[in-house]
């Protein structure tokens, strides 16, 4: 994604994603509103509203990288209060499945990490964005392991503090989510999703926790001889697809409580873990050791269309105990086109979804003839458009010209 700053507007554009380009217009200095063009960007329509933002052109939301079609954003709940003395921002996370079409908040998780129910009427999971993390680059997944997502964030109305949040996981894109660690960390995949890491990054520590087995269960390792240190990195390289994991953290100074000083980096090799590399094999599902997977909102089935396609992705099975590799290069992605339904189109200039989400015109129509006279009918546009990102055939067309009324706004 390329980042463009606009002067004359305080924007942020995201370039050519997905067959379109997404814009972010700064509305206050903490929210703003997502917009998504058309797929040669001569115009946008609004797909989100009071998103987070800060005053650098940091926006709080990302696409899930190695899912079609699939975005997390943050929106800012008090919108109406902000600025006034003592109020801070109410954030709640959302995700899309449709390319910005339609967002769901997230289900929170029924048990905390210790397996005791959680009680919260009505709550959600709400995660920090990179703009409360303090991170640079995508926050939630990588692309080479598909549906697999970890966030720090709280379960409630809103999101809490980041010293109070807590360490989630997700197996299936968002669908659903277990809490993991009871305490805000740093995480980081390696073998492309088949070893993740979790640090505490707010107290000094010298333990990790890591799993083999997509999270379900944890073992933890103390990579110093009791020095402990206050972490300020994780990464296995650029793919995620190391088994070596590189922690950088700072010493204590000895009788200054709260301060660090010189700069630590240790490398914890986890090569030795399994014995085998893993196999791919296409034909015998059983044999292999990996599986097909696809995405879908809280309730969607299993197999959905979005896009147009139902897109189903191989990755490494949860309880396989082989090494994915660092060389290794996704089997090619099971695609099967759709055909159209609503959710495949979305609003032309110059429409705006009502409440109902039926696209209406929004004062005079722009494609009205200019020697139409008041109360004749001329054929117009429908006010939809096929999403730039659907690759859908057949089925429902809602672009097929309608006969509207001149003079009338929506007049069809």
């Excluded at 954030?91 to 339609?102: A, E, L, Q, Y």
């Excluded at 805000?184 to 995949?189: A, S």
């Excluded at 995620?240 to 953290?249: A, D, Y």
């Excluded at 009324?405 to 929506?410: K, N, T």
Aim: net charge negative; proline share 5%.
């Amino acid at each position: 994604i390329s980042i463009i700053n606009v002067e004359s507007e305080p924007s942020t554009i995201f370039v050519n994603v997905e067959r379109s380009s997404f814009a972010h217009i700064n509305i206050n200095e903490g929210w703003g509103t997502l917009f998504a063009s058309n797929s040669n960007g001569t115009y946008f329509h609004r797909v989100l509203e009071n998103t987070h933002r800060n005053v650098f052109g940091v926006v709080g939301v990302e696409p899930i990288r190695g899912l079609d079609g699939v975005w997390i954003a943050n929106q800012v709940m008090n919108t109406d209060s902000m600025g006034k003395p003592g109020v801070n921002a109410l954030v709640r996370t959302v995700m899309s499945w449709d390319g910005g079409r339609t967002w769901h908040v997230l289900r929170a998780p029924t048990k905390d990490a210790e397996g005791r129910d959680l009680e919260c009427k009505d709550c959600t999971l709400n995660l920090h964005d990179r703009i409360d993390a303090g991170l640079s680059g995508h926050v939630f997944g990588v692309p080479t392991a598909p549906g697999l997502l970890m966030g720090v964030g709280s379960v409630g109305p809103h999101l809490s503090a980041y010293r109070r949040s807590k360490t989630y996981l997700s197996r299936n894109g968002g669908r659903t989510w277990v809490e993991t660690r009871g305490i805000e960390t740093m995480h980081e995949f390696g073998d492309h999703g088949g070893i993740l890491v979790t640090i505490d990054n707010e107290g000094p520590t010298n333990e990790l926790w890591y799993s083999t087995n997509h999270g379900a269960t944890w073992a933890t390792y103390q990579f110093t001889d009791g020095e402990r240190l206050r972490i300020e990195e994780v990464s296995s390289g650029i793919t995620q697809g190391g088994t070596t994991f590189t922690i950088v953290g700072r010493r204590l100074v000895s009788g200054h409580h709260g301060r660090f000083g010189d700069v630590v980096v240790v490398s914890v090799d986890f090569s030795k873990l399994h014995k085998r590399a893993c196999q791919y094999t296409e034909s015998d599902g059983d044999q292999s050791d990996f599986e097909l997977w696809s995405p879908g909102p809280p309730n969607a089935a299993d197999q959905a269309c979005y896009n147009g396609q139902q897109a189903s992705y191989w990755r490494r099975k949860q309880d396989a105990a082989c090494f994915v590799g660092r060389e290794f290069e996704p089997p090619k992605t099971v695609k099967q086109t759709c055909e159209c339904t609503e959710a495949d189109f979305e609003c032309e200039a110059g429409f705006w979804p009502n409440d109902a989400g039926k696209c209406m015109l929004e004062g005079p129509d722009p494609y009205q003839p200019k020697d139409c006279l008041d109360g004749t009918k001329y054929i117009g546009k429908s006010g939809y458009k096929k999403r730039p990102s659907s690759v859908c055939r057949g089925g429902v067309d809602l672009e097929h010209p309608v006969e509207r009324v001149c003079g009338l706004s929506g007049g069809a």
